[in-house]
């Protein structure tokens, strides 16, 4: 019940998704890829189903489920069938859950970076590949799907158009030759049997070791593709280290961690204190704890879609990273339970969020176009 009334306060549209006889009720956020409507690529990739006869529908995958359109359809058109719906994105996971209850319908949800918590093999995996994993995601994406696939299973990926053309001649060179492909404005899609995905050579996961500077410190940490300031530390990262870089951080909440950077930088004044990372983003948490746990920060991690009052804080570090999540933002900083608030990212969107609460600033550091302020006896 509580989880409902959370997303029902962070719905952000209703959407009527009517296709192929079936009708859909869909609540989703602006936190979310392609929250106002059903996008294009799952269009064409839905589509492309119909023209497939060699699929079995028995055990299907919906592989970075967002809030849950394929998957969702996919159970709807196909009672009898078992459906899983996967993402890293915590927050998806849950409109995804909220989501297949509103229409009784009956699936599985699993939190997961990839494969990584997925044990079963399937009939049918689809993906609407998300762009910003580029290539050597999709790579990885594609050895790994042939482990998950049972000997007559089918992928249907479909890629951002700008794909195109590494994806063709990336098969080429293996000696692949797609099932089904079909091509649009701006997408790309293809579908791929189990016994050719095979030929690909297991990737390993897809991050590397990047040193970032703060001031005359340098730090070695493991990133990947897919999370924000993979090669590059922001100026809200480096506002919000230069002003705590010199307090009394006992009992620190980092929100939205990213690769762990800011907590790694302030390693000195952790390393004797109760430090947790929370995220909606399982990759993140991986990567800050892997990365917190080398500079001997014994960090906890609290992997949830949004804060709660359950735990107080002293510190809470808090990231504004797009206007898309004003809802979510919102919401967390109303329902947080910290001492002090450090507040940072853009000026434009951390000045609207200290209007909107009318927070009193103690301190503020400003670079270009980004901020980091102080707020002291916070509620």
């Not at 897809?206 to 005359?216: A, M, R, V, Y």
């Not at 705590?244 to 390393?271: E, T, V």
Request: charged share 25%.
């Amino acid at each position: 019940m509580q989880n409902k009334n959370i997303i029902e306060e962070l719905s952000d549209y209703k959407l009527d998704f009517n296709y192929s006889k079936q009708n859909l009720k869909l609540r989703t956020s602006k936190s979310l890829f392609s929250a106002p409507h059903i996008d294009s690529g799952t269009l064409q990739l839905l589509n492309s189903l119909r023209k497939n006869k060699e699929i079995s529908y028995d055990k299907c995958l919906d592989l970075g489920c967002g809030y849950g359109s394929i998957g969702l359809f996919l159970k709807s058109n196909n009672p009898q069938a078992k459906i899983t719906l996967s993402d890293r994105d915590l927050l998806a996971c849950r409109f995804s859950a909220y989501n297949a209850a509103i229409n009784s319908l009956d699936v599985k949800i699993t939190e997961s970076i990839f494969f990584e918590s997925i044990k079963e093999k399937f009939s049918l995996i689809c993906c609407n590949y998300p762009a910003k994993l580029n290539e050597e995601g999709l790579t990885f994406l594609l050895s790994q799907s042939a482990l998950h696939l049972e000997e007559m299973g089918t992928l249907a990926i479909v890629v951002v158009k700008t794909l195109k053309s590494f994806l063709l001649n990336y098969l080429k060179n293996i000696e692949i030759i797609p099932s089904f492909q079909s091509s649009s404005k701006n997408y790309f899609l293809l579908h791929f049997r189990k016994k050719d995905l095979k030929k690909i050579k297991s990737k390993k996961w897809f991050d590397s070791i990047k040193t970032f500077s703060f001031e005359e410190k340098d730090l070695a940490l493991r990133s990947s593709i897919g999370l924000g300031e993979f090669d590059t530390i922001s100026y809200g990262t480096l506002t919000a280290f230069e002003l705590s870089k010199n307090l009394d951080l006992s009992c620190s909440l980092f929100y939205q961690p990213m690769q762990g950077a800011i907590a790694c930088g302030l390693s000195n004044n952790l390393k004797k204190s109760k430090t947790t990372l929370c995220s909606r983003d399982s990759l993140s948490l991986k990567m800050s704890l892997r990365n917190t746990k080398n500079y001997d920060i014994d960090a906890k991690i609290n992997a949830e879609a949004w804060l709660t009052k359950n735990i107080n804080y002293n510190y809470l570090f808090y990231r504004v990273e797009h206007i898309n999540n004003t809802s979510l933002d919102i919401y967390n900083l109303k329902n947080a339970n910290t001492k002090n608030l450090i507040l940072f990212g853009k000026s434009k969107l951390v000045n609207s969020l200290i209007k909107n609460f009318s927070f009193k600033v103690n301190k503020k550091i400003i670079f270009k176009n980004y901020i980091a302020t102080l707020i002291s006896k916070f509620h």
